[in-house]
């Protein structure tokens, strides 16, 4: 059993680093307050005996040798960035929780066969680059180290700079650290457990997920004096964009989602009919037949509104992660600790994304879920019990061993 | 006659102050770029022997001496600054045309019996600071001068701060310069005149305008685990509030326009559902009756958007100004000059508010359109032709002499 107290002290400790008013955390990726909160964690690391090492995008690995060094290790891990008005467990309880599984096991004096390694990976989130599980997925390839380091924030700022600018440029290459699997423990993000009174989720899948960058081109034109059947206006426009995606994602309800979580009116102005505007979209699905078809339904809907507003917009597909199916002894592995340590539990797919599901396409991932409160995350409201945080962390543990050997 | 040439000289040499790439003008009213053109304007008036004085609010007033000082001055005149996007024409050609009048006065050794005022308003485009036509507000005493000066632009800049910023907060109280009358030339701003083949617009009525500050409070929350039915979405409610404006304000076609010009998502993310939004409304119409049919209808079409989506929606009236109707004496004057100079004119209603819609509230007022190109304005493409505007301009000069007497 891990020591719960611990844990939940850590979690309420480093969620100092970006505290906000209203009781979440605002840590974007590569910030100052990340820097704070990466300086916490190898600190800790170190102290609990790990060998810590940085790699080219800024993911730190903490290493627990283990018997038998020809073994590929056993990642454990997430992220400690959050979104702009995020929560204190989003990332946070899935690398806190690998660290007191270290802590534990160091104070049983349990030894492993294969080696343990704890991993906080850069810009899970994808709230300040895009795409999200940013490192992750360059760790297994589905983008170059330099592609990467060349993506750009809002402000022009390159992950590059970004890096520099707070001393996280590691030494070593993406993908120095050799991983033979990846056990990710995370908040459920959802309202599912809680509903059914479960404590654990056994994630055995996935949504796949498609963003986009949008632009829409009308034209400016006076507030007062332009006649309404005269107008190319980009937020109408924008406006049936918006209600087009809702109708979507219902029509394949509950097996999709649609959501536009951006959108900037350039040189906006009371009394100016808005001519261009920036926009994101994020559209989801666990099968990938209904990804192809909000593509292709989304596509045609705005060709239509654009057609008939006589406005150009273009939409561009800058990300397409397809759906995650878990491995299937790992899921059994996960549902098989929390059977022995005596939690409910249920088979679950994840909503969100996760450095598990990239490193599941090269290596035989997993990932435990702990209900949170009412299924809110991505929101300074986010919440989740320390009993339930502590049984995350103990299935996590005892999954481990079960992978690594004792 | 007017010189056409050192007209169209001025406009096009203060364009530069604030000159985008697009051939437009960036001239927020206080900004850098507005003391430029300010202090270009103050000199001009003093080389062309008018006593300048600037008032608490920063409108600059020009004073030729008539014969008759005991008679209060023809006011002519209107702005020098423009929206983020704006053009070379709007206010600017008003001002400036009015410089020209001076001008063309003094070569011909034209004495009038009534003094004759120039002025260059603070504030016209409503851009920066609302509400619009801020400075001529104050004057007719719809708003006290320390009302004025403290309201903020959207990055808590108050006008006082603004006027010293740029050293044009003036020594006299706003009111100091009585006028007798005003009349302003400005480009129509809509596409009428351009359409009918018609060189000056008398314009005899403008609209009444309606502008409201909104917030929409929904909750954010995670766009990849929160189901489609269990969102409060920010943004998808702005969205049926943008379509149900545009469709009230149809519904009332041609006699009515409504625009979002302002959105502003809260801590924008991807992967966020839009919890809180910031947004500007402005209705117009000609018609009081109309004007509060628009709010009636919008309010009630708001509640039940608000409701239905379970969602908060506030919505503040920040501006009611009512429908104007130019003084039927200047507006006969102004008929008059263009029948007597052989230009084809029309009555015409103002799309735009003006600061001659003001000043018509406390004496009697009026206006002169030329046409410009397409109709477009607040739009760096903002056009109009060299001969329109020395047309308006001969307009507003022989109107002044039939009001100021020879
Ligand atoms: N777990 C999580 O919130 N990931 C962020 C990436 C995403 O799914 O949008
Ligand atoms: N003339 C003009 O563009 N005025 C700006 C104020 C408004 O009508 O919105």
Redesign the interface.
């Known amino acids: 059993q891990i020591d719960s107290a611990r844990l939940w002290g850590s979690i309420h400790e480093t969620a100092q680093f970006g505290a906000t008013a209203k009781g979440g955390v605002r840590r974007l990726t590569l910030s100052a307050e990340d820097k704070l909160v990466r300086d916490w964690f190898r600190k800790a690391c170190e102290d609990a005996g790990l060998e810590v090492h940085t790699d080219a995008l800024g993911s730190q690995f903490g290493l627990r040798k283990g018997r038998d060094m020809s073994k590929p290790p056993v990642g454990i891990g997430s992220h400690l960035d959050t ?3 995020g929560g204190k467990y989003d990332g946070i309880l899935g690398t806190l929780g690998a660290l007191e599984v270290i802590r534990t096991l160091n104070d049983a004096g349990i030894e492993t066969e294969a080696p343990i390694c704890v991993v906080n990976w850069t810009n899970e ?3 300040r680059f ?1 795409p ?1 599980m940013m490192a992750s997925a360059a760790y297994v390839g589905d983008f170059t180290t330099d592609d990467i380091l060349s993506r750009k924030d809002a402000d022009g700022t390159t992950v590059g700079q970004a890096l520099d600018g707070i001393g996280y440029r590691g030494d070593k290459p993406v993908g120095f650290q050799k991983l033979g699997s990846f056990v990710e423990l995370h908040i ?4 599912i457990l809680e509903a059914e009174g479960k404590t654990i989720g056994v994630v055995d899948s996935g ?1 796949g ?1 498609l ?1 986009y960058d949008g632009k829409i081109s009308g ?12 107008r190319r ?1 980009a ?2 426009t ?3 964009i ?2 087009a995606m ?1 109708a979507i ?2 029509k394949y ?2 097996k999709a ?9 350039a ?9 261009e505007i920036a926009f ?1 979209m ?1 559209c ?1 699905s666990a099968d990938g037949a209904i990804m192809d078809a909000l593509d292709r339904d989304l596509r045609s809907a705005i060709a239509e509104i654009a057609a008939r507003r006589k406005v150009e917009v273009k939409i561009d597909l800058v990300w397409r992660k397809p759906p995650t199916h878990f491995d299937p002894k790992l899921i059994a592995a996960v549902e098989n600790a929390a059977k022995t340590l005596g939690y409910s539990s249920r088979r679950i797919t ?4 996760h450095d598990a599901c990239n490193l599941n396409t090269i290596m035989p991932a997993a990932m435990v879920f702990v209900p949170c409160k009412d ?6 409201l986010e919440d989740a019990t320390q009993p339930d945080c502590a049984a995350g962390t103990n299935v996590l543990m005892h999954t481990v061993l079960a992978i690594a050997g004792v």
């Not at 040189?267 to 001519?275: M, T, Y």
């Open positions: 979104q702009p008005t989130e994808g709230s895009a999200a459920e993000q959802g309202p949504q997920v963003w034209f400016e034109s006076h507030a007062g004096s332009t006649p309404m059947p005269l206006d937020l109408a924008l406006s049936e918006v209600l809702e994602a219902r309800g509950p989602v649609g959501t536009i979580g951006e959108a900037v009116i040189n906006p102005s009371r009394n100016v009919i808005p001519g994101t994020d989801r994840s909503g969100a994304g299924g809110i995350s991505h929101n300074e």
